[in-house]
C-alpha cells in the first residue's frame, strides 16, 4: 500500500487554477523529497516539480516554471502542486512520488526511477 495519496484534480478552462495534493498515509512526508510527474496519453512520465526533505529546495520543469508551485504543510502532512495559468497541454494524469533518499537537492529535476512510491494519480483536463 502506498504511502501517499493525491486528490484534488478536475476540469478546467485554459487560463484557470488547480490545487493537487498528496498526503501523507501513516509516513511523514517531510522527511522525503516529493515529486509531482504527468503523463498525458501515450506519453512518458514527465517530471514536473520536487521538494526536498526540508523544504528548503524546489525544483521545476521549464514548461512549468513560473505557473506550478510545489510547497508543504507541515501540520497537515501534505505537499500541493499549485497550478495557475494552466494550459490545454497540462491535461494529463498526476501522480505525486516519494523518494527515500533527499533526490531533490541532489538533483535539478530526479527521473521518475529515482522515486520509489506512487500515488494512484489524478486527472486534470484542461479546455480551450
Known amino acids: 500500500q502506498s504511502p501517499i495519496v493525491e486528490s484534488g484534480g478536475g476540469s478546467v478552462q485554459a487560463g484557470g487554477s488547480l490545487r493537487l495534493s498528496c498526503a501523507g498515509s501513516?509516513?511523514?512526508?517531510?522527511?522525503?523529497?516529493i515529486g509531482w510527474f504527468r503523463q498525458a496519453p501515450g506519453q512518458e512520465r514527465e517530471g514536473l516539480a520536487c521538494?526536498?526533505?526540508?523544504?528548503?529546495?524546489?525544483n521545476y520543469a521549464d514548461s512549468v516554471k513560473d505557473r506550478f508551485t510545489i510547497y508543504r504543510d507541515i501540520p497537515k502532512n501534505t505537499v500541493y502542486l499549485q497550478m495557475n495559468n494552466l494550459k490545454p497541454d497540462d491535461t494529463g494524469t498526476y501522480y505525486c512520488?516519494?523518494?527515500?533518499?533527499?533526490?531533490?537537492?541532489?538533483?535539478?529535476?530526479?527521473?521518475?526511477?529515482?522515486?520509489?512510491?506512487w500515488g494512484q494519480g489524478t486527472q486534470v483536463t484542461v479546455s480551450s
Open positions: 512520488s516519494l523518494a527515500l533518499r533527499d533526490v531533490c537537492v541532489l538533483k535539478e529535476l530526479p527521473s521518475k526511477n529515482d522515486y520509489h512510491y
Open positions: 501513516r509516513w511523514t512526508l517531510d522527511y522525503y523529497s
Open positions: 521538494i526536498s526533505n526540508a523544504g528548503s529546495k524546489a
